[in-house]
């Protein structure tokens, strides 16, 4: 657990490259193994290495005890997602949905927004919006999903409402949480900038 508080000091400091390599050293010590790939996946996104954060993704989903690995499928689709591999985003993201429990409305969601996103259809729509909504996972990651899930809709002032709560929660984030979510701030600020100039 030294290493890993190393890794987030490192972390907060942005020196991920750094960051990365203590992850992955504290991973092969077989301690929680999934928990730190997905500490690996973070710091290597942010150094910008996409390819790696999957690899070590990929890695925690399997070798994850079965409670945490909708939730590694989920970040892992939530990344592809990001970087527009929406079909690759989709067909992960239908597993987090299929095997998750407290989260599985967010899960649901975030496939919705996939589907529509690689030109397809996403079913009962309205159904899945609400139950996140609902849901205490709709609160902080699922604002961000249920703004654009939103926009999808034409729905604007719906869509606004949720992306800004999104944005001004991770501002006032820890740092951790602030730089990990960075991709998500910029696409929602995207969208915003997008429904105000029309």
Not at 76 to 96: C, K, M, N, P
Not at 98 to 106: E, S, Y
Not at 111 to 135: M, Q, V, Y
Request: proline share 4%; charged share 25%; aromatic share 8%.
């Amino acid at each position: 657990m030294l290493l890993r508080q190393l890794y987030l000091s490192l972390f907060e400091e942005r020196r991920f490259g750094e960051a990365h390599e203590i992850a992955v050293q504290a991973s092969e010590l077989a301690v929680l193994t999934d928990v730190l790939l997905q500490d690996a996946a973070r710091a290597a996104l942010a150094d910008h290495d996409l390819e790696a954060a999957l690899l070590h993704l990929r890695s925690a989903a399997r070798k994850g005890p079965a409670s945490r690995r909708p939730f590694h499928l989920w970040t892992l689709g939530s990344i592809l997602f990001l970087a527009q591999r929406y079909d690759e985003a989709t067909r992960v993201l239908a597993q987090a949905a299929r095997w998750g429990t407290r989260d599985k409305p967010l899960y649901r969601a975030h496939l919705a927004l996939a589907k529509i996103a690689s030109g397809g259809r996403a079913d009962n729509l309205e159904e899945t919006i609400r139950d996140l909504a609902e849901a205490p996972c709709g609160q902080g990651y699922g604002r961000f999903v249920l703004g654009h899930l939103a926009y999808a809709a034409a729905e604007w002032g719906p869509a606004k409402r949720y992306l800004e709560a999104f944005v001004r929660r991770t501002a006032a984030s820890p740092p951790l949480q602030s730089i990990a979510l960075a991709g998500e701030v910029a696409m929602a600020k995207a969208t915003l900038a997008k429904m105000s100039a029309n």
